[in-house]
C-alpha cells in the first residue's frame, strides 16, 4: 500500500447500482422519463467514484494520456448539454457553457484543467442536469422522429442511448485513473429488478 492509499485507506466501497429508477415527474413522454432517470443514475455513479478524492487525484494523468478526472467529468457535462442544445434548441448559459467547454472534443489532447474541487465537478454537472436535461426533455413527445442538425441525424431515442454509453465508458476510464493514482472503488449491486415504464 502506498502513501495515497494510506490517505484515502486503500479505496473504498461505492454506493450500489441500482435499478428501481423513480423517472422525474412532468415527462410527455414515458419512456424518455425512464431515460433520463438511467442517465441521473449514471451520473450519480461517476459523483460517488470522484467525492472523496483530492485535487491532485482529479489532476492526475497517467503514462501516455492527457485524460484526468477532472478531464473526463467536464467531457461528460459537455457532451450532455451539446445533444441537449441540438434537441431542443436553447442556449447553455455562458457561465455554464465556458466551464464544460474545457472538456470539449477540441481541447482533449491539450493539457487537462486543473485545480478543480469535486464538489465543483458535480456541481457542474448537476447544473447541466437541472439546467439542460431534466427541464428541456420534459415536453418532448415523439422520441423516435429523425431529426438532421448541424449535419448529424439522430432521433432522442438515439441520444439517450449514446449518452448511456458515454457516461459508462468514461466512468470506467475515472475508475481506472483512480485505481491507477492508488485508491481502489469496489462495485456491488442492488437487486437487479427494474421498475416497468407507467
Known sequence: MNDKQEKLGGG???????????????????????AVAQLQELAERVYDQIVDLPADALDYTAQHTPLSISMLVLHMAW???????????????????????????????????????????????????????QSRLGEVQDIDEVLEKE?????????????????????????????????DYQWESEDIVALPPR
Open 12 to 34: 473504498r466501497l461505492g454506493r450500489p447500482r441500482r435499478y428501481s429508477l423513480q423517472p422525474p415527474a412532468g415527462f410527455a413522454n414515458t419512456e424518455l422519463a425512464h
Open 79 to 133: 457532451a450532455e448539454a451539446w445533444w441537449l442544445r441540438r434537441i431542443t434548441g436553447f442556449k447553455i448559459p455562458d457561465s455554464l457553457n465556458e466551464e464544460i467547454q474545457k472538456g470539449s472534443l477540441g481541447n482533449i489532447g491539450g493539457p487537462p484543467p486543473s485545480g478543480y474541487a469535486a464538489s465543483t465537478l458535480i456541481e457542474i454537472c448537476r447544473r447541466v442536469q437541472r439546467d439542460c436535461s
Open 151 to 183: 449535419g448529424v441525424t439522430f432521433t432522442v431515442r438515439g441520444v439517450m442511448g449514446q449518452l448511456a454509453w458515454h457516461w459508462t465508458y468514461h466512468s470506467g476510464q475515472i475508475g481506472l485513473l483512480r485505481l491507477l493514482w492508488g485508491s
